[in-house]
């Protein structure tokens, strides 16, 4: 993708020369709205995958996402198990939970909607490689390396990279497929994390998934927030991919919903 820097910010100069008129509105909206060169943003039409606007440096090039991979590691577990999902105990630190107090008791929709690190690691640790490749092909994902353990189907660590962009347009390929198995469980708790999870600052009627990963920009932060909305529930027409460096996944989330809210009033999107 052409990048070009502006006083709106990247990339728009070269979106005036092609996009329509409501589509340059909605680049010029988060290009005033968001100057924060901390902040990147893909956003995306959720009917064809196409980019309507973005800010972000590369956004073919793989960086680690953290955990917006907990969708793709869980349905690859699924399977293999007749998508029958336990039930875990997170008892944070003893658990490798980012939650001091830990979740408790949690099944799959909760553990997706507060994106519980030990939830996941359990699935991972019992994921079939051959599962794994083969989600990754149908979400158009690349696969991490041979051997990769647990932690990094979790989306901990740097060693499974994924392209914004890929990780964006196979979020919106997860809400295509609703009706498979595992899917639905997954986006009730996208859903559910717009209410009351991680992802509640996105704000509502929304599949949203968040994650925190390690900043590789010349390793200035100590971690960056990444939140994708798909949004509305009832059919999604747009998939918005927020990072911000240096803060949480949750923060991030919540630049996502300030953005929703300055396209929905500011462009008509
Ligand atoms: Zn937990």
Request: aromatic share 8%; proline share 7%; hydrophobic share 45%.
């Amino acid at each position: 993708m052409t990048t070009r820097r502006t006083v709106l910010g990247w990339a728009i100069a070269p979106l005036l020369r092609s996009a329509s008129l409501p589509e340059q509105s909605a680049a010029i909206v988060l290009g005033r709205s968001f100057p924060d060169p901390a902040i990147s943003y893909l956003f995306l039409d959720a009917a064809s995958g196409r980019v309507i606007c973005s800010r972000w440096i590369d956004p073919g090039k793989r960086i680690p996402v953290g955990s917006l991979v907990k969708p793709f590691t869980a349905l690859a577990y699924g399977e293999t198990r007749n998508f029958q999902f336990p039930t875990v105990v997170c008892k944070s630190e003893e658990s490798r939970c980012w939650l001091p107090q830990g979740h408790g008791r949690i099944d799959l929709k909760t553990a997706i909607a507060h994106s519980c690190n030990a939830y996941f690691l359990e699935l991972a640790a019992n994921v079939d490689r051959e599962a794994l490749d083969a989600v990754a092909r149908r979400f158009s994902l690349n696969s991490p390396d041979l051997g990769s353990g647990p932690a990094t189907l979790i989306g901990l660590g740097t060693m499974w990279r994924i392209s914004p962009l890929s990780i964006a347009q196979a979020y919106i390929e997860l809400t295509a497929r609703s009706a498979e198995p595992g899917v639905g469980t997954l986006l009730a708790g996208m859903a559910l994390s717009a209410k009351l999870g991680t992802g509640r600052g996105a704000g509502p009627g929304a599949y949203v998934k968040t994650g925190t990963a390690p900043c590789l920009d010349e390793l200035r932060h100590a971690g960056d927030g990444f939140a994708i909305a798909l949004y509305p529930t009832s059919a999604p027409r747009f998939a918005l991919l927020v990072r911000a460096h240096g803060v949480p996944g949750a923060q991030a989330a919540v630049v996502c919903g300030r953005m929703r809210r300055a396209l929905a009033s500011g462009a008509g999107w």
